[in-house]
């Protein structure tokens, strides 16, 4: 049974930094794809990042090139998203993702099966 647990969020001002991080059980992402998404309230969740493999391949969402950065810790079995810069516009319930049966690894949510619970992400102007 895949389980992701997230946790980092918080309440900073614009131009702050945050570390949101996500323990992974039951998935093999070795050779899988993991991704963090957001969900602000009244709007569609949209892909941040994803990781294939261990890092060797990363995607992001244009609105965070530059500014966020996902990596993994497979000897903690922990996804991390780096997010420096922050901008009110950041301000959502972040979610990690583990890729379903048959999915792509790219930032679309739609190929992503499994879910965390979230943590909620607060930017300040």
């Known amino acids: 049974q895949v389980q992701l647990v997230e946790s980092g969020g918080g309440s900073v001002q614009a131009g702050g930094s945050l570390k949101l991080s996500c323990v992974v059980s039951?998935?093999?992402?070795?050779?899988?794809?993991m991704g963090w998404f957001r969900q602000a309230p009244g709007q569609e969740r949209e892909g941040v990042a994803a990781?294939?493999?261990?890092?060797?391949?990363?995607y992001y969402a244009d609105p965070v090139k530059g500014r966020f950065t996902i990596s993994q810790d497979n000897a903690k079995n922990t996804l991390y998203l780096q997010m420096n810069s922050l901008k009110p516009e950041d301000t959502a319930m972040y979610y990690c993702?583990?890729?379903?049966?048959?999915?792509?690894?790219?930032?679309?949510?739609?190929?992503?099966?499994?879910w965390g619970q979230g943590t909620q992400v607060t930017v300040s102007s």
């Open positions: 039951g998935y093999s992402y070795r050779t899988g794809c």
């Open positions: 993702a583990a890729v379903r049966a048959g999915g792509f690894c790219n930032t679309n949510p739609a190929n992503f099966g499994y």
């Open positions: 990781i294939y493999a261990l890092g060797s391949r990363t």
